[in-house]
């Protein structure tokens, strides 16, 4: 963290020190030209000179900035993702362990970002593969996060990230935290227990590349994930049997979502933005490719108490129980809402309607339905992560009848109907599949 606080002050410093003064850029070739002019005509050239007495006197007094010196400004003004996260454990809101494991993350998010970004140039396949549908995209992410949480032995380590050229030896990733005891990716069938860690058994979930049936289309996609600490009774610390062990990262894993010291997401869009929340509100951090760095650009993000969009997959109505189908055709009645209608913005991409929701307000649904009872969305990766978020930015996260952050997984697929957003529009829908009043 130091070095990278280290790199943002030299090219703050770069900055400042290479910008000449701005008012003898602007001043001095109208001095001359003004000049010129007097030889010519002294009357004219008086009355042509008032304003630029004036310009010339603004310019002393106060020298006009040029956009190299502005942006040098700027950046003075600027928090980064590393020092709002050494004000928090400079307040005692979390702790150096976790910070790391939050900043191997961000710089894993980087990674993929790099990654969506250059999808097309870089494999002509696209990251939705040839395979399958699913394809390396989500595999090539989860593999940076991964990379990011453990610390690899060094004949384990692929070279990719290796301290070894910066002095810190032979398998010590640069970007790796090596603070996590488990890690669950929805990628994965199970759950991993991490072979090597420094200190700290974190439990992290995350979905690596939410959305990538997208990505060919240069459409947003994004990572999500949540940290736990671990269940007190289930240390995997010297366990020897493979099988108890696999049960012991599952029970660490199958945690309540009220259990989550952290939950974020980074969309990959026309900006590559983290958003996330360690349960004291909800900050967003847009990446700045000129220095390398996450920016924090939304602070104390709240979600208005209301808001005229869904987000559905229509296409599944006719799969729908009779209040979910009650509910939707509601929103499109002009005089009940006074005289406009809700408006529909569904990408397919949990993320991208999510940041959507959480800035605009507004619903996103994923619905039970004929076919798929609990809906699409999983409870660990996707639902609980969401509405943490939701609920920390002051909206709600329902699977229409229940708090999601109050289900605990009995398995690590787990899928659960999810309506997160606005707090009243979460409450409307629960009203009507419920059978209940409306909210106030
Ligand atoms: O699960 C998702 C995308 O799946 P994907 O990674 O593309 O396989 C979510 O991001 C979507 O919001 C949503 O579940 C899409 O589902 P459909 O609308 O395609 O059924």
Same mark, same amino acid.
């Given at each position: ?192 227990? !991490?072979?090597?860690?420094?200190? %700290?058994? *974190?439990?992290?979930? @995350? $979905? /690596? #590349?939410? +959305? ?62 983290? !958003?996330?929340?360690?349960?004291? %509100?909800? *900050?967003?951090?847009? @990446? $700045? /490719? #000129?220095? +390398? ?68 307000? %507004?619903? *996103?649904?994923?619905?039970? $339905? ?71």
């Amino acid at each position: 963290m130091a070095a990278s606080i280290a790199t943002v002050s030299m090219q703050r410093c770069g900055a400042a020190c290479s910008t000449k003064p701005a008012g003898q850029v602007l001043v001095v070739p109208a001095l001359r030209s003004a000049a010129a002019a007097f030889r010519a005509s002294p009357a004219a050239a008086a009355r042509r000179a008032a304003p630029l007495r004036a310009v010339v006197a603004q310019a002393v007094a106060a020298p006009a900035a040029t956009p190299a010196a502005t942006s040098a400004k700027s950046q003075y003004e600027l928090q980064t993702l590393t020092t709002w996260l050494l004000d928090l454990e400079k307040n005692a809101v979390i702790d150096n362990e976790l910070a790391a494991v939050i900043s191997s993350i961000a710089t894993a998010c980087k990674q993929i970002g790099s990654l969506v970004n250059r999808a097309g140039i870089s494999n002509p396949h696209g990251l939705a593969g040839p395979e399958n549908g699913a394809g390396r995209g989500p595999e090539e992410a989860g593999r940076h996060l991964k990379r990011g949480l453990r610390k690899l032995p060094a004949q384990q380590w692929d070279g990719a990230g290796s301290g070894a050229a910066a002095g810190l030896g032979p398998g010590v990733g640069l970007a790796a935290c090596g603070r996590t005891g488990v890690i669950a990716s929805e990628e994965e069938d199970l759950p991993v227990a !991490v072979e090597e860690t420094f200190s %700290g058994e *974190y439990v992290v979930v @995350f $979905d /690596p #590349l939410d +959305g990538s049936s997208n990505i060919d289309a240069g459409i947003s996609v994004g990572s999500i994930f949540g940290i736990y600490e671990p269940s007190p009774e289930c240390s995997i610390e010297d366990m020897d049997d493979p099988e108890e062990m696999m049960k012991k990262c599952v029970l660490n894993v199958c945690q309540a979502g009220n259990e989550l010291l952290c939950a974020g997401y980074t969309l990959y869009s026309s900006a590559t933005i983290l !958003v996330l929340t360690v349960g004291k %509100g909800v *900050y967003g951090f847009t @990446f $700045d /490719p #000129l220095i +390398g760095e996450f920016i924090l650009s939304h602070p104390n993000i709240r979600i208005p108490d209301k808001g005229k969009i869904y987000s559905f997959n229509e296409g599944n109505y006719q799969m729908w129980s009779e209040e979910q189908k009650k509910y939707i055709d509601s929103l499109k009645y002009p005089e009940k809402w006074g005289g406009k209608p809700y408006s529909s913005r569904y990408i397919g991409s949990l993320v991208g309607d999510f940041h959507r929701t959480l800035l605009y307000g %507004g619903i *996103y649904g994923y619905p039970g $339905d004929a076919k798929n009872t609990n809906g699409k969305l999983r409870l660990l990766y996707e639902c609980a992560p969401m509405s943490m978020i939701a609920e920390q930015a002051g909206g709600k996260g329902s699977t229409g009848f229940q708090r999601v952050l109050d289900i605990v997984p009995e398995a690590v697929h787990q899928r659960v109907p999810l309506f997160c957003g606005s707090k009243w529009e979460v409450e409307y829908l629960e009203s009507v599949l419920q059978g209940k009043p409306e909210p106030k």
